[in-house]
């Protein structure tokens, strides 16, 4: 499970998306965190073909932190795994292209204090002319000529003994970021922003926070919102974060998982439990368009429709898996 900041400056409307997105309130003072389902039409489809018991789905974590860049809500920020920034599209005068550069430069602004604090300490541990603090010296010294320069450290060309030394300090500009338009009722995303921008009606969205999910989807396709909020900031998180989806089915259960772009059958299994990795023998693959077409597990494998793989198999996207292990 992933976790996504909201940021954005006052009255963008982040607390109103964390309400739209989570279906919970939000209380001032604190981090706000709600984990919430990863919308996926595929698992419903799949529990169905194979009389599943229950259906899980993948999941996220939301995390508003209320009162801007205080210590106590960048350090919230900084444990998470990417952030969304909020922009504000709606009422008089909008200019999100300029939220954009105030939240860039606020975020930066965290960073370099944050690295000029460790340099400095490095610095003095420095004096005991130890290899290993003259590598993380040198290291924090780049990412701080790159801050300094406005550079977000994910675009500085960090090697990886940079990101090894500036892990423990979670830099907000080494993360992957998304961005969401909070819009006026019905209005397009505004133009001149970064492709991928996605845009949600956030204040319609939190008005069906308290409906169930049948009256909330009718009242918006009232407001002409076809796809939900949710669903479009989950995709968006997991393009910036670099994810697929993989699932798995039987009469237990239908289950969406996550797992990186690129991994191995292997690795995918250990998403599951480490013992399937561990003992991982072979993978069993059907892609979900096939399995369906087929009819479900069985009817894919008598079809000629299902593959075995190895070690070396790289997982995609609608993979359905049946792992063979042994420990």
């Given at each position: 499970m992933k976790d996504i900041g909201l940021v954005g400056v006052s009255y963008s409307g982040k607390s109103t998306l964390f309400t739209a997105l989570t279906r919970t309130g939000a209380t001032g003072g604190r981090a706000n965190q709600a984990v919430v389902p990863v919308p996926d039409g595929r698992l419903a489809v799949l529990a169905e073909l194979e009389r599943s018991r229950q259906v899980v789905p993948a999941q996220v974590r939301f995390v508003?932190?209320?009162?801007?860049?205080?210590?106590q809500g960048l350090a919230a920020l900084r444990e998470t795994d990417a952030l969304a920034l909020v922009l504000r599209a709606f009422g008089s005068n909008p200019d999100p292209s300029a939220e954009l550069?105030?939240?860039?430069?606020?975020?930066?602004?965290?960073?370099?204090g944050n690295v000029e604090a460790a340099l400095e300490n490095a610095r003095r541990r420095a004096k005991g002319r130890v290899p290993q603090v003259a590598a993380e010296v040198a290291a924090l010294e780049r990412a701080h000529a790159a801050l300094s320069a406005e550079r977000l450290l994910r675009d500085a060309g960090l090697d990886a003994e940079d990101h090894r030394v500036l892990r423990g300090l979670a830099p907000l500009?080494?993360?992957?970021?998304?961005?969401?338009?909070?819009?006026?009722?019905?209005?397009?995303?505004?133009?001149?922003?970064?492709?991928?921008?996605?845009?949600?009606?956030?204040?319609?969205?939190?008005?069906?926070?308290?409906?169930?999910?049948?009256?909330?989807?009718?009242?918006?396709?009232?407001?002409?919102?076809?796809?939900?909020?949710?669903?479009?900031?989950?995709?968006?998180?997991?393009?910036a974060l670099d994810l697929i989806t993989f699932l798995t089915t039987g009469e237990d259960e239908t289950r969406a998982w996550e797992v990186r772009r690129?991994?191995?059958?292997p690795e995918a299994a250990g998403t599951i439990h480490t013992d399937l990795q561990r003992g991982f023998i072979r993978v069993e693959v059907v892609p979900y368009d096939d399995l369906v077409e087929a009819g479900g597990w069985d009817a894919a494998k008598a079809k000629g429709r299902l593959r075995v793989e190895g070690k070396e198999y790289v997982v995609r996207e609608g993979d359905v898996l049946h792992v063979r292990f042994a420990v």
């Open positions: 508003d932190v209320p009162g801007g860049a205080t210590a550069a105030d939240v860039t430069a606020e975020l930066l602004l965290a960073d370099l500009t080494l993360k992957p970021w998304m961005l969401v338009a909070n819009l006026e009722e019905g209005a397009p995303t505004p133009e001149g922003l970064p492709a991928g921008t996605v845009g949600v009606s956030a204040e319609i969205e939190a008005e069906t926070a308290a409906m169930s999910p049948e009256e909330a989807r009718a009242l918006l396709v009232e407001f002409g919102v076809t796809e939900p909020g949710l669903g479009q900031v989950v995709a968006a998180c997991y393009r690129g991994a191995t059958a």
